[in-house]
């Protein structure tokens, strides 16, 4: 027996595992921090308008799905809804009938009679993968009260859909009769009878406005 070289092949062993632990501990550091970063930027790095002058909208719920899914506001993490028994919340009606998502760094501010919610959109076209930041054109909005609070859908073409040369409701309306009325009957009754009440269709010139104040009320709950 070769006492010396023994010695050293353990040695050796040794301190290439401490070398693998250590890299493998730094490997799920980095993955740690990536999907943290990745979380927060659902909310916080996403500009909620893009370069063109559009909006961001991030899907949430792809067209055709009845999953509940939405970013998390304490954790940033997009994620199922889940109920008060623990089950994950599937929406108990016909699938959504387009995408649906939210704009980052926006609120409809409780004290204003909001939700206290990033604005929600409503995009017309073809089913978008959830999680995607979508560049979208705005062209109204439907206003909704659920159970007497605020909660305005703003609507939305993706500019890479079969809608991207629509420009406003009544264009909508005027080309592809039904959508809207589709739109009010899903978002009336979705949640039950009674539950929401649908206040009327507006502009784009009013969607544009309402982002407006939003994104003001964003900033300034993050200036306090």
Not at 13 to 25: A, F, G, H
Request: charged share 25%; net charge neutral.
């Amino acid at each position: 027996m070769d006492f010396n070289n023994d010695f050293f092949y353990v040695a050796r062993n040794r301190y290439l595992l401490r070398i693998y632990t250590y890299m493998m501990c730094c490997v799920l550091l980095f993955c740690a921090c990536a999907e943290s970063a990745t979380a927060s930027s659902l909310l916080e790095n996403v500009s909620p308008i893009s370069a063109n002058g559009h909006v961001n909208v991030l899907i949430e719920i792809p067209a055709g799905t009845n999953e509940k899914w939405e970013v998390d506001k304490k954790t940033g993490q997009l994620s199922i809804e889940i109920l008060d028994n623990g089950q994950p919340r599937n929406v108990n009606y016909l699938p959504y009938p387009a995408n649906y998502g939210m704009i980052p760094k926006t609120i409809l501010p409780k004290r204003k009679g909001g939700d206290g919610d990033p604005l929600d959109v409503i995009v017309l076209g073809e089913s978008i993968s959830r999680g995607t930041i979508e560049e979208c054109k705005l062209i109204g909005v439907m206003k909704l009260l659920d159970r007497g609070e605020q909660d305005d859908k703003l609507i939305a073409v993706s500019k890479a859909s079969v809608f991207r040369n629509i420009n406003s409701l009544n264009q909508l309306d005027s080309l592809h009769n039904g959508v809207s009325i589709i739109l009010k009957t899903w978002f009336e009754n979705y949640k039950g009878k009674n539950k929401m009440s649908f206040l009327g269709f507006d502009s784009k010139e009013e969607a544009n406005h309402i982002l407006s104040v939003s994104m003001n009320d964003y900033i300034a709950l993050k200036e306090k």
